[in-house]
């Protein structure tokens, strides 16, 4: 999210529309409709509600348009602030730029971070799911998955005792979860042959959220 798609999202709002809103940026509707698609995507809930030859601004639309245009009206002032630094920057200057950083702390950062932890939660599944495959093959070529005793490690460091083994079966180390933390491997499983897993974020086992275990 940038400046410009709260520019769009206030035009929208005031001009009751895409066309007319349009109109006052000089761009084609179809850039300010996309515009606004791009920051109900990154912000994870709809602003407005398309009706016929109508949109009508959702409860979040109301919200954030008090917000964007508190920080509209603050990065202009800035912009002239930095336009004239000969002149230097009084308090007040200084204050409304703290005051544009915390603004958008408040309103980005919470969707920010709840991303990154969506992120983090599907490379986890995203590594349980190659790591798993990889033990498939381990076991296709010596007719058994790895002990527990043996671990992930068998697949890329031939045990002693396995003379069917045909790996490395990853093209690098057995990887840690996403939380810096090794997976869990037993065998045999709870539900399959093999239980695979990370504890989340707390590394514990149960969990809820970020914290919640992530298994095979």
């Excluded at 006052?24 to 016929?52: C, K, M, P, W």
């Excluded at 204050?95 to 709840?114: D, E």
């Amino acid at each position: 999210m940038d400046i410009k798609d709260l520019q769009f999202f206030v035009a929208v709002y005031e001009a009751n529309g895409f066309t007319r809103a349009s109109q006052q940026l000089h761009t084609v509707q179809s850039n300010v409709s996309a515009r606004i698609s791009d920051l109900e995507q990154f912000l994870g809930v709809a602003l407005f509600e398309r009706q016929y030859r109508r949109i009508v601004p959702t409860e979040n639309a109301e919200r954030l348009y008090q917000h964007a245009k508190s920080l509209l009206a603050s990065f202009a002032l800035t912009k002239e602030v930095i336009r004239q630094p000969e002149e230097g920057f009084t308090l007040i200057e200084l204050l409304v730029v703290v005051v544009i950083i915390g603004l958008l702390a408040g309103f980005v950062a919470p969707r920010y971070f709840s991303q990154v932890g969506k992120s983090e939660v599907g490379v986890a599944k995203a590594q349980i799911d190659a790591l798993q495959k990889a033990l498939d093959t381990y076991r296709l070529d010596t007719g058994h998955y790895p002990s527990t005793e043996l671990g992930l490690a068998a697949l890329v460091t031939k045990p002693a005792s396995e003379p069917r083994w045909s790996g490395p079966y990853l093209r690098k180390d057995v990887p840690l979860d996403p939380w810096g933390k090794p997976y869990v491997y037993k065998v045999p499983g709870e539900k399959g042959d093999f239980d695979l897993l990370s504890y989340g974020k707390d590394g514990q086992p149960g969990g809820t959220g970020e914290s919640a275990d992530i298994t095979n």
